[in-house]
């Protein structure tokens, strides 16, 4: 059994901003205090950063749900709360922030910060209500809600040069060959659970490259570790499709190769059609002349190159890195994904359209805008609750439960809170 973390789904919840204070003035000697409520604290956004010393979302198996903190409510002598922190959460480069529709948010291979939700702001003291008229408001605003998003995490690794290829051909063999990885080795199936990297230097160039899992057949419909791998080679410019030339566990090289291809092909046309080179390993063990000039044959059709290896004595090798540094020499540089979709704020606080239902007597309003205006008001303070009826008869609620039908004497109920309705 093994669990393998490079696509997850997680909710984060940015900081609701604090409330606005409701606060006057009172000092000795001075008769006449103003209001002096300071304003909330803005709440803590989510931020996404770059975690180069992490390649796998490992981290996120067994914590899917992040909030960061509230900002601070307001206090009297016109002292602003705290700001809430932002919550930084650390991935891995080559991350792809996606919708849980599929659409790319932002791709973390650029190494810049990410900002997936942002911190709710802070409500107003009831300083910024006075006026000539008003002098002594008892109300104040209460700070917003953070916002919340659910956001697809995909890991599509940054290489240069993918490893691809049935299971045991000696992928990990070559790449510990080739650079300073230090993969585990083994002669059994699924050697490899988790993809490696190794930086390739030669003659002052370097290049990626990355050991995916081997394939089998079924893998692009989610069989073997199916889509969990394929995905990492989404990136690479130029795959170098590595067989067992021997059979010495496989019949037929040559049909390993073609179902390999078949398989990129149903996981993605464009994954298919990367430029290729065929790497026919294990040498050492000997192999079928006949065998050899079939794959050659194929590989004259399909303008690829060949080359014959053995991860174990290093015969070839040289010239296989020689030739790889040349064709990604030709080739376009990594992808990076454009942002196909952009978060705005769930909360449209300009829309003052209602929801009235109606049980029985009692009609029932709800709206996002309206929900705000009752946390800030005072209803035991006469002023304020001028202040929400007049809120109410110029945004046209008034106007709506009349359109609803409400006579005089039924009830209105708006978040819990209930009167008596007066025409």
Same mark, same amino acid.
């Given at each position: 059994?093994?669990?393998?973390?490079?696509?997850?789904?997680?909710?984060?919840?940015?900081?609701?901003?604090?409330?606005?204070?409701?606060?006057?003035?009172?000092?000795?000697?001075?008769?006449?205090?103003?209001?002096?409520?300071?304003?909330?604290?803005?709440?803590?956004? +989510?931020?996404?950063?770059?975690?180069?010393?992490?390649?796998?979302?490992?981290?996120?198996? !067994? *914590?899917?749900?992040?909030?960061?903190?509230?900002?601070? !409510?307001?206090?009297?002598?016109?002292?602003?709360?705290?700001?809430?922190?932002?919550?930084?959460?650390?991935?891995?480069?080559?991350?792809?922030?996606?919708?849980?529709?599929?659409?790319?948010?932002?791709?973390?291979?650029?190494?810049?910060?990410?900002?997936?939700?942002?911190?709710?702001?802070?409500?107003?003291?009831?300083?910024?209500?006075?006026?000539?008229?008003?002098?002594?408001? *008892?109300?104040?605003? !209460?700070?917003? %809600?953070?916002?919340? *998003?659910?956001?697809?995490?995909?890991?599509?690794?940054?290489?240069?040069?993918?490893?691809?290829?049935?299971?045991?051909?000696?992928?990990?063999?070559?790449?510990?060959? +080739?650079?300073?990885? !230090?993969?585990?080795?083994?002669?059994?199936?699924?050697?490899?659970?988790?993809?490696?990297?190794?930086?390739?230097?030669?003659?002052?160039?370097?290049? =990626?490259?990355?050991?995916?899992?081997?394939?089998?057949?079924?893998?692009?419909?989610?069989?073997?570790?199916?889509?969990?791998?394929?995905?990492?080679?989404?990136?690479?410019?130029?795959?170098?499709?590595?067989? /067992?030339?021997?059979?010495?566990?496989?019949?037929?090289?040559?049909?390993?190769?073609?179902?390999?291809?078949?398989?990129?092909?149903?996981?993605?046309?464009?994954?298919?059609?990367?430029?290729?080179?065929?790497?026919?390993?294990?040498? $050492? +063990?000997?192999?079928?002349? $006949?065998?050899?000039?079939?794959?050659? *044959?194929?590989? /004259?059709?399909?303008?690829?190159?060949?080359?014959?290896?053995?991860?174990?004595?290093?015969?070839?090798?040289?010239?296989?890195?020689?030739?790889?540094?040349? %064709?990604?020499?030709?080739?376009?540089?990594?992808?990076?994904?454009?942002?196909?979709?952009?978060?705005?704020?769930?909360?449209?606080?300009?829309?003052?359209?209602?929801?009235?239902?109606?049980?029985?007597?009692?009609?029932?309003?709800?709206?996002?805008?309206?929900?705000?205006?009752?946390?800030?008001?005072?209803?035991? /303070?006469?002023?304020?609750?001028?202040?929400?009826?007049?809120?109410?008869?110029?945004?046209?609620?008034?106007?709506?439960?009349?359109?609803?039908?409400?006579?005089?004497?039924?009830?209105? %109920?708006?978040?819990?809170?209930?009167?008596?309705? =007066?025409?």
């Amino acid at each position: 059994m093994f669990c393998v973390i490079d696509k997850v789904a997680i909710t984060v919840k940015a900081g609701k901003g604090g409330d606005g204070a409701v606060s006057f003035r009172r000092e000795k000697y001075v008769a006449k205090g103003g209001p002096d409520g300071g304003d909330g604290g803005r709440g803590g956004s +989510i931020v996404f950063t770059v975690d180069d010393g992490t390649n796998t979302l490992l981290d996120f198996k !067994n *914590r899917r749900s992040f909030k960061a903190a509230n900002g601070e !409510n307001g206090a009297g002598k016109k002292w602003n709360g705290k700001s809430g922190a932002d919550l930084r959460i650390p991935v891995p480069r080559g991350t792809v922030l996606k919708t849980t529709d599929g659409r790319v948010l932002h791709d973390m291979s650029d190494g810049e910060d990410y900002v997936a939700a942002k911190g709710g702001r802070g409500g107003w003291g009831n300083t910024h209500f006075a006026t000539a008229t008003r002098q002594a408001p *008892r109300f104040a605003k !209460n700070g917003f %809600e953070g916002e919340c *998003r659910e956001i697809v995490l995909e890991l599509k690794m940054l290489a240069d040069v993918g490893l691809a290829g049935f299971p045991n051909v000696g992928k990990s063999t070559l790449l510990s060959r +080739i650079s300073a990885a !230090n993969p585990k080795v083994a002669d059994y199936h699924f050697t490899t659970l988790s993809p490696n990297l190794g930086v390739v230097k030669l003659y002052g160039k370097d290049f =990626v490259v990355a050991d995916i899992p081997g394939l089998i057949e079924g893998a692009s419909d989610g069989l073997g570790l199916g889509h969990d791998f394929l995905r990492h080679i989404d990136r690479c410019r130029l795959i170098l499709h590595i067989f /067992d030339i021997s059979a010495s566990e496989r019949e037929d090289p040559l049909d390993d190769i073609e179902k390999i291809n078949a398989e990129l092909m149903k996981y993605s046309p464009d994954l298919a059609s990367r430029p290729q080179i065929l790497v026919g390993n294990k040498t $050492d +063990i000997g192999y079928d002349p $006949d065998t050899l000039a079939r794959v050659k *044959r194929y590989a /004259d059709e399909k303008g690829q190159k060949l080359f014959l290896i053995s991860g174990v004595t290093g015969e070839g090798i040289d010239a296989l890195m020689r030739c790889t540094a040349a %064709e990604l020499e030709k080739l376009p540089p990594l992808t990076v994904y454009e942002s196909e979709a952009e978060y705005t704020d769930e909360v449209d606080y300009t829309d003052r359209s209602v929801e009235i239902t109606r049980e029985g007597d009692t009609y029932h309003v709800k709206g996002e805008w309206i929900k705000r205006v009752c946390g800030g008001v005072n209803f035991d /303070d006469r002023e304020s609750l001028m202040f929400f009826q007049r809120v109410l008869k110029n945004s046209g609620v008034i106007e709506a439960l009349e359109n609803a039908g409400i006579k005089d004497g039924d009830t209105v %109920e708006i978040y819990g809170i209930e009167f008596d309705f =007066v025409i």
